[in-house]
């Protein structure tokens, strides 16, 4: 017993000790497990780096997940169509638009397709909006079809009459441009004046970036990244990685889980570990007008008050919007998310389904997978094969798992769309929907999509979060119109201390 008491503080030193070089060495980014340095050419090269932390895109806020009660904010069914009962699911932290795509938002995009496809008409045809949503043949909207895109008094309301389609495509557009924006400011890509001068470059994209096909002279720019990679000459340079942690991840539309979890903003809302209120409205309280004492009686969002009465009385008592509303009215939620009510409807990325509830994974549910795969042009050197537009070409993945080599090899050769493809059928999730039938017994598909939020022309009620409507993914309305979200990589809340 003695002895042992004497040899306790020596463990206790030599553990201190290990604690101590276990500390150090990854401080000093050094494998944990090997003990061989990181970032050294002479042993393999391996780059880690550890001073990455994730941030936020241009235009997004940091949504911290959680678990909530998905459609628990739904106190009434009017239309009864029972397709969003109460479940709890989690919600990973993710990111998400401040505000809805706005006018101007869109008319960058406009602009960047006429500058670098100019003899391709369709293209830009297929990216502009449908003005003629405004068309009504007993009201006199006629002046929106002209007016509402371009002119500049509604370059700050949301962007409607665009489809999912568009808004997806709009999506891939700003996940390349905040990419090459990142490059070409830092000086890893050439600058805009030199890219400008290069008329034979495709434009930038990402993935074909990362797979090493869009290099070389009068693209790189002067402050690329040291390559330490070993039998590399000496002052060798080379191209950004994923490793690198300098490009962004791909935007997209959100989740419906996602985009109703951000409405809510329970954040403000929870103690403890414990929601202590729930939510009707992405504000607190059972009523639609403020109750401050300087705005008291005000609309806390654009909508239709009553039939006939779309923006209350002149004077008082007025929610400011006709139709909709730039893009920053009202105050914004306890996430910081202005217009996640009213204004206009947001599309999300889900398929609709009426039983959605009845499957689905509590953990980030989402219904509307199609699992695709890059094809290559050449599979020796794995060049990919891209479009017109320099995008990668996608096709239906080969599995649901990763292959053996062999079988990997046979998909990828050049009888590849004749191999089998990967079933997925998560979109109707085995259920038998009949092509046939739509228009006359039924008005979903597998391209129903859901959108969620209410409109200057919707009633209170569907500006409640679990409220759910889906359309056409190929139609549009005055009333709908999207914001982006992304993948939040890591967690930038991190656990708690």
Known sequence: MHNLRKLIPALLITTSLFSAFSCKSNKNNVSDKTGVRYNDPDNGGLQISRKVKDSPGPGLIAIEGGTFIMGGSLNEDISYNHDNPKRKVTVASFYIDETEVSNADWLEYLQWIGQNFPKDRKMYYDALPDSLVWRNPLSYN??????????PSFQDYPVVGVSWEQANDYCLWRTDRVNEHILRSSGILADYKTANQQQTNAPFNSDIYLNGQYQGQGIDGKKMLKDDRPGAQKNASRTARMQDGILKQAYRLPTEAEWEYASLGLIGNTFDGNIESSKTYPWNGLGVRDHKRRTQGRMLANFKITSGNNMGVAGDSNDGGDI?????????????????AGNVNEWVSDVYRQLSFEDFEDFNPYRGHVFMSNQYEDTETGKLAKDQYGRPIKIASKAPRKQTWQDLQANITQNASTTSVYDNDVRGFKDEVQKELYGKTTLINDKSRVYKGGSWNDRAYWMNPGTRRHMQQDESSAMIGFRCAMTMVGNVFGPKK
């Open 142 to 151: 006629e002046p929106y079809v002209n007016f509402y895109l371009r002119h």
């Open 324 to 340: 909709t509303v730039p893009v920053k009215s009202y105050q914004p939620n306890d996430f910081g998310l202005y217009n996640m």
